[in-house]
């Protein structure tokens, strides 16, 4: 299972990028339970921004984020999008993502990261 993360870049404060988390190579038997989005700005610890638990349909947000952040799942394409409004100059931060795998067959779950995205709030 690999992570592809895309979106970001370079934004004005005020802006609303969004950010696309796609998983691939899912096998037989697999399927995802649920997927979050993190960020990590250069000297700060890593924090979990938002999750959507797929088994159970819901999703949940930092209090740092929340109101402003919005996450949405593709069950098509496996995707996971961060809608991101009114940015900061304190949203600056490297945002990547994980997926949780069921994997039936082997009656496990497991984790997989994906490389992250940078994103860039400056005027």
């Known amino acids: 299972v690999q992570l592809q993360a895309s979106g970001g870049g370079l934004v004005h404060p005020g802006g609303s990028p969004k950010l696309s988390c796609t998983a691939s190579?899912?096998?037989?038997?697999?399927?995802?339970?649920?997927m979050s989005w993190y960020r990590q700005a250069p000297g700060n610890e890593r924090e979990r921004i938002a999750t959507?638990?797929?088994?159970?349909?819901?999703?949940k947000y930092a209090d740092s984020v929340k109101g402003q952040f919005t996450i949405s799942f593709d069950n098509l394409r496996n995707t996971l999008d961060l809608q991101m409004n009114n940015l900061k100059v304190e949203d600056t931060a490297n945002y990547f993502c994980?997926?949780?795998?069921?994997?039936?067959?082997?009656?496990?779950?497991?984790?997989?990261w994906g490389q992250g995205t940078q994103v860039t709030v400056s005027s």
């Open positions: 994980n997926v949780v795998i069921s994997d039936t067959v082997q009656s496990r779950t497991f984790v997989r």
């Open positions: 190579g899912i096998g037989s038997g697999q399927s995802i339970y649920g």
């Open positions: 959507f638990t797929r088994a159970i349909n819901t999703t």
